[in-house]
């Protein structure tokens, strides 16, 4: 059979409108797991002045634009494929807050990563925010540098392979993915990390006050 230009473009209109929609909903179902990773990743100094919803709203669009990218051989799921173009977004509207916002450029000079996964700096966060024992409550404030130091002196893959499994809360497989590791490497480093934070949240609980 033999389609006309016009029957020809009609037939592709239909396609992505339907590969558009099958987006979408894939889309709305991971939303609240992509909401949850750009709350984590976002740069604390830009949390009051960056709504993780207008982050969700310009990644889909974003994405949309790009669905040509899904194909057989993709080596990463979609949710992950999904992850990385999110992230991506964030860290590019993040470069534009910091740019245009002078006066939090001084508050952030020190703290901003030029690549925008600022992993150390979130899970820092959480850590300080999450604390509830009286021995561990000056953290807040004096501490928080120390344990993001701490953080930083980390293997890098193992804490972003820690902030994707405890703080994203993907799988091992989505880690793997994402990373280009094999499921048992991102196991490993995982079981690592954990070992590792343990011994930084030890050593600053036992801390003399």
């Known amino acids: 059979m033999t389609y006309t230009m016009d029957e020809t473009k009609h037939i592709d209109l239909a396609q992505h409108v339907a590969a558009q ?30 709504d993780p919803s207008d982050v969700l709203q310009e990644a889909f669009i974003q994405m949309s634009k790009r669905l040509d990218e899904l194909t057989h051989e993709m080596t990463v799921s979609l949710f992950v494929w999904m992850r990385q173009k999110t992230i991506q977004t964030l860290i590019d509207l993040q470069r534009s807050h910091f740019r245009d916002k002078r006066d939090v450029m001084r508050e952030n000079r020190n703290s901003l ?9 979130s899970i820092a966060k959480y850590l300080i925010d999450d604390v509830t024992s009286p021995s561990m409550a000056a953290a807040r404030g004096e501490d928080f540098d120390q344990l993001h130091q701490a953080l930083e002196s980390m293997n890098e893959i193992d804490r972003e392979v820690l902030a994707m499994r405890h703080f994203e809360q993907l799988s091992n497989a989505e880690v793997a993915q994402a990373l280009a590791l094999t499921t048992t490497a991102a196991s490993n480093r995982y079981i690592r990390a954990v070992t590792r934070l343990g011994e930084i949240m030890k050593s600053l609980s036992t801390k003399p006050q």
């Open 21 to 50: 929609s099958a987006f979408s909903e894939e889309f709305s179902r991971a939303r609240p797991k992509l909401e949850r990773i750009v709350e984590f990743r976002m740069h604390p100094g830009l949390r009051s002045r960056l």
């Open 113 to 121: 990563h030029e690549h925008g996964q600022t992993s150390s700096l």
